[in-house]
């Protein structure tokens, strides 16, 4: 219970109890057998009717204004609490954009890494058939240069063989003459 309430009600009970309590002692005083009229005191009579309505105002004045500050507090809170909301929905998105990324990102590098074993691979195959074309080119050049030696010893047993049919046509051609001749 608020502690205003119950100060409240305390006083209504004892602003009740004293009011109450006057009326029974005059009306005891006046079924008393032997009243002495005693010196009248001048006091403040107090109107309890009145104490009461002032102490529920004041108290209904209290409860006002610790309302309209629990309402402005409560508007500041939500306040707060829609910001805070606000800004979380921000990173919460942040961190899902962050994650695509991320994901196209690691996405990319293993395309990459893909592309690159394919290029390797690609570039061994080159390298080997290469190689191969630079052995079979080496054999070729070796056989085009062994066929080229062998060219020009046969064009050398030709022009040889030529000059021996040529000696032997002039020998045969001197031994025509020489048998003509005898």
Known sequence: MNRSILILICDFLLV???????????KVA????DVRPGPILATNRVDSGNDLTA????ALDEERKNRETLIQEL?????????????LGEK???AQTLQ?????????????LQQQTNLQQQFNT???NLRTLNQQLQS????????????????????????????LQQQLAQMSKSNQAV
Do not use: P, W, Y
């Open 75 to 87: 508007a500041k809170t939500r306040e707060t609490a829609n910001q805070k909301q606000t800004l």
């Open 100 to 112: 695509q990324q991320i994901q196209v990102r690691d996405q990319e590098t293993v395309r990459l």
């Open 92 to 94: 919460e998105k942040q």
């Open 30 to 33: 006046e079924e008393g057998s």
């Open 55 to 58: 102490v529920m105002r004041m």
């Open 140 to 167: 070729s050049s070796t056989e085009s240069l062994m066929s080229k030696e062998k060219l020009a010893a046969m064009e050398a047993e030709i022009r040889k063989q030529a000059e021996q049919a040529a000696a």
């Open 16 to 26: 009740s109890l004293l009011a109450f309590s006057t009326v029974d002692i005059n």
């Open 126 to 128: 080159a390298q080997a």
